[in-house]
């Protein structure tokens, strides 16, 4: 099954487009795209190889999205991805940002659908939609310098 690609630009360097991804994911992910869809919840990626991806609810409580496979900052990093599902059925999302003059054009590839066998062609769907209406949360954030 071919991989999901999306590219796409922001208005910022590479190096803001890949913090903003990684390190500041909890300031622009929508609360809805989670586990526990808490509004309260905070959403973290540990930057490094082998860091979780996860929510963590007011109370504590932590559902674990994916893990860091790949980290080049400010080039690259990829995960397993497995929100909403068995980390069993997890596919891999790879991010690549190139810097463009003053734009930095993110190239978003979501490969691995055939793990999850007959359910692939509804995930992968569920998936396509679900990047494209990120797109605008993450283009805003990219357009806050701290």
């Known amino acids: 099954m071919e991989p999901l690609e999306l ?6 360097s590479p190096e803001h487009a890949f913090d903003t991804w990684a390190r500041r994911i909890g300031t622009w992910w929508p609360k809805g795209h989670s ?5 309260g919840l905070k959403v973290t990626l540990e930057p ?5 991806i996860f929510e963590r609810t007011p109370d504590g409580t932590e ?8 980290w080049d900052p400010p080039h690259r990093l990829s995960y397993l991805w497995h929100l909403r599902t068995d980390r069993a059925d997890a596919t891999e999302v790879t991010v ?3 810097g463009e003059g003053e734009h930095t054009l993110v190239t978003i590839v979501h490969s691995g659908w055939e793990r999850l066998g007959a359910k692939a062609d509804a995930w992968r769907e569920r998936n396509h939609r679900g990047w494209g209406g990120l797109v605008g949360h993450y283009r805003a954030a990219c357009s806050v310098t701290l």
């Open 7 to 12: 590219a796409f630009t922001v208005e910022c």
């Open 35 to 39: 586990v526990s869809a808490d509004p």
């Open 48 to 52: 490094r190889v082998g860091g979780r």
């Open 96 to 98: 690549a940002f190139t």
């Open 63 to 70: 559902h674990e999205w994916g893990e860091v496979v790949a």
